[in-house]
């Protein structure tokens, strides 16, 4: 925990969650349409709610606010100055989470926007595929993944000493995400970031890696496709993969290797000092493929 008394949270929380990278900033129909599918799917949980403006406060969730924010707040996203919103049930660990953003096509080109679903650690990975499987029905996207990840404290005051705590357990747990989605938002019109228990690849990368994506589709334990994109599970379950007891990562190699051309070759170093050494962000990033032997 942080030693803050006035931010008591976690400096590293495990959680499982989805993230879905998406090429055009979410408007109100398509904000909507998601909105619609969490409130369906996992139930109205918040307790919190705040717009992603770095100025924006949190607010409480009550039927008052719910109904401004389904009749007001939605309908107006993008003709102002909110381009975003996350929603949460209050909780200071195993929160569950619902947040867009929409990154200016102007003056932030090069960023993918995204939608983020966070959930405790212990959610059940049959509930969390279902989402996912929804999502590639009914949301274009870019690419996106979910399952176990290592929740930091990006954008804090907190940052670096998070991180480096993060550093040590992602060297060991190579199952586990590491995410500051600023960061990898960057890069997600080049390609995906790497292989998580689901990994998710948008139509949008079909014409140019089409043989690259049914290579991963031949070698996956599991798969699905839409018209939307594809895909794929690594193992049965979540795995933390866990390197000091020599886990099985065949699953996450075999689709790692196989999506290998259409992965990501440069991405900003997370915060803290082990990570900016010896380009270990990019290691990690390549981790069950990398060149110089991790696997």
Not at 68 to 77: D, I, M, S
Request: proline share 6%.
């Amino acid at each position: 925990m942080t030693r803050d008394p006035s931010d008591p949270l976690p400096l590293v929380e495990l959680k499982q969650h989805l993230l879905l990278f998406v090429e055009q900033p979410p408007g109100p129909k398509s904000a909507r349409k998601v909105y619609d599918i969490w409130q369906s799917y996992c139930g109205d949980v918040f307790r919190k709610y705040k717009s992603t403006l770095p100025v924006s406060f949190l607010e409480d969730w009550t039927q008052g606010t719910r109904r401004n924010f389904e009749q007001v707040l939605l309908p107006a996203l993008r003709t102002q100055a909110e381009w975003g919103y996350g929603l949460a049930d209050g909780k200071p660990v195993d929160a569950w989470l619902f947040m867009f953003h929409g990154f200016r096509p102007v003056s932030e080109p090069g960023m993918a926007s995204f939608y983020r679903f966070e959930f405790d650690w212990q959610v059940n990975s049959a509930f969390l595929r279902g989402l996912a499987e929804i999502l590639l029905q009914e949301v274009p996207f870019l690419s996106g993944y979910g399952g176990y990840f290592l929740q930091g404290r990006p954008g804090t005051r907190h940052a670096g000493t998070s991180y480096d705590r993060i550093f040590a357990l992602a060297m060991r747990y190579w199952g586990l995400e590491v995410e500051d989605i600023e960061l990898t938002a960057a890069q997600m019109k080049k390609g995906y970031k790497c292989v998580n228990w689901l990994t998710m690849i948008g139509a949008p990368f079909y014409a140019e890696h089409r043989t690259a994506i049914n290579q991963a589709k031949s070698v996956a334990p599991d798969y699905v496709e839409s018209p939307l994109g594809t895909l794929l599970q690594a193992s049965d379950a979540p795995l933390m993969l866990d390197r000091n007891r020599v886990a099985n990562m065949d699953g996450y190699v075999a689709i790692a290797r196989a999506l290998l051309p259409l992965q990501i070759t440069e991405h900003d170093d997370f915060p803290g000092k082990r990570w900016s050494d010896d380009d270990a962000t990019m290691a990690w990033i390549r981790r069950f493929t990398d060149e110089r032997g991790v696997v």
